[in-house]
């Protein structure tokens, strides 16, 4: 029997010691105004979330407070078993938590490899292999940010964070003003990035099933309530699981 504790006991270990992101019991929010509470979540390397919910549900909230933008209402942030001090953007950076917020946040004056250039603190990645996943990074890499197209300034601000050799990678609503055939593109990159690099990714996307298409995980926020989670082709497998939870909402 003994035997049997220690084997569970080691296995719970490499377990949790996989774990990359972790909180638990997580209230975000603006100063003492709560927008989502008791969050918990713990992914491993590699692992792609897929934050869903209706808008205002505390998406992006959540996706800021991990990075340290806004200080945490309650609970705890741990990156590789570590606290994070709450609300210190560099030094969840330093730890490996990139944001690419949804505005894309790019130099729209310096070329595709000057805006790469100004991201490469870890020198990890270099510019072939990132026009290796972006191809059309490469035949672009002279043209100011500004002159390119909407999916092609995603993929240089996706680009941009992988610079920085994200352990943890938050992508906020990626697709926006995107066609929905260049976000089938982008998409399967986010896959490569984590089966490749190992970076675990908390994806928000507006295109719910071609997010759950790539993603291991989803949790879906409602009114700042964590209200259904699980494996996303068990969403996938079942449409009528989100729609009820989506008009539930706006009742
Ligand atoms: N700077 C702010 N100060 C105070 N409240 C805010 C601020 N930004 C957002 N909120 C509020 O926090 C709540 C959650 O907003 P959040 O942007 O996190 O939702 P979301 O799930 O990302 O929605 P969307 O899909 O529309 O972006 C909303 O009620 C919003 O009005």
Known sequence: MDEVNSVNAAVRDRQRSDVVIECRGLGVGYGSVNVARDIDVALSRGQ???LLGPNG???TTLLSTLAGLLPALEGE???????????????????GVVLVPDDRA???SLTVRENLRVANSAKRLSFDDIVELFPS????????AGELSGGEQQMLAVARALMQDPKVLLIDEMSMGLAPVIVEE????VRRIADDI?????????HVHL????????MVLVHGEVRDRGPAEEFSADPHRLQKIYLSSTL
């Open 48 to 50: 792609v979330l897929a």
């Open 186 to 189: 982008l998409l399967p990159v």
């Open 106 to 108: 790019l130099f729209t």
């Open 211 to 218: 997010a759950l298409e790539i993603a291991d995980e989803a």
């Open 198 to 206: 190992g970076s675990v990714i908390i994806l928000v996307e507006q």
């Open 57 to 59: 549900a505390g998406k």
């Open 137 to 144: 990074l490469g035949r672009r890499r002279n043209i100011t």
């Open 77 to 95: 942030i741990r990156v590789d078993g570590v606290k994070l001090p709450s609300g210190r953007a560099r030094v969840a950076n330093k730890r």
